[in-house]
């Protein structure tokens, strides 16, 4: 098992799935041989989400590996738990072109993972249709942790604005993962509007 083989597996095993075009250009820069290697050594399954008329390939660990590693319950997934942690590695794979950060599992719904860099956390979190379940923890659970949302339209936040003012909190939207320069991918709340991160 080479080194790189075995960031793969530990980062993995914390979220408990990657799509296959991230796993390639995160972790092998493209290079799908690399890729189609861990297959064929048993350390990665890939499977195909169907949505719609898209087919959208993504891997998990081995299951031997998966009890090794301790990593996520994979049978407890959902769709749309498999598309939030797709686009977890999205934005991690946008921030790194930056800095290194490191990947844990977050312990605290309904993050889907933490993301670690010179002692700072971040948990992020992806809003897709569960805009309720953030209302409740911003009113409710919110200490202060630094914290990113991905989500696919800023107006989808509206019912969280009132918690958010001054707090920690960056979030970003599923064009600017795809198309944004790294320096202008978040933006904030203002009190009155979404503005973008000043640096």
């Known amino acids: ?27 092998f820069r493209g290079n799908k041989k690399k890729t189609r290697k861990m297959i064929q050594k048993g350390f990665l399954i890939q499977h195909t989400l169907e949505q ?4 959208i390939p993504f891997f998990t660990l081995s299951s031997v590996l998966n009890k090794q590693f301790e990593g996520v319950q994979l049978e407890y997934l959902t769709v749309k738990a498999i598309l939030r942690r797709m686009l977890f590695f999205q934005l991690y794979g946008r921030l790194i072109e930056q800095f290194p950060f490191t990947v844990e599992r977050s312990e605290v719904e309904p993050f889907v993972g933490v993301l670690k860099r010179n002692g700072l956390v971040f948990h992020v979190g992806v809003v897709r249709g569960d805009i309720e379940k953030w209302e409740t923890f911003f009113k409710w659970h919110y200490d202060n942790e630094r914290i990113i949302l991905v989500t696919e339209k800023l107006t989808f936040l509206t019912p969280i604005q009132p918690y958010i003012k001054d707090k920690l909190i960056r979030v970003t939207t599923d064009e600017n993962l795809k198309t944004a320069p790294t ?3 978040f933006y904030e709340w203002d009190g009155t509007r979404w503005i973008k991160e000043e640096r």
């Open 52 to 55: 719609g008329t898209k087919s």
């Open 1 to 27: 098992m080479t080194e790189n083989e075995m960031k793969v597996i530990k980062t993995v095993a914390e979220i408990g799935v990657i799509g296959a075009n991230q796993l390639t250009r995160i972790f």
């Open 183 to 185: 320096d202008d991918l």
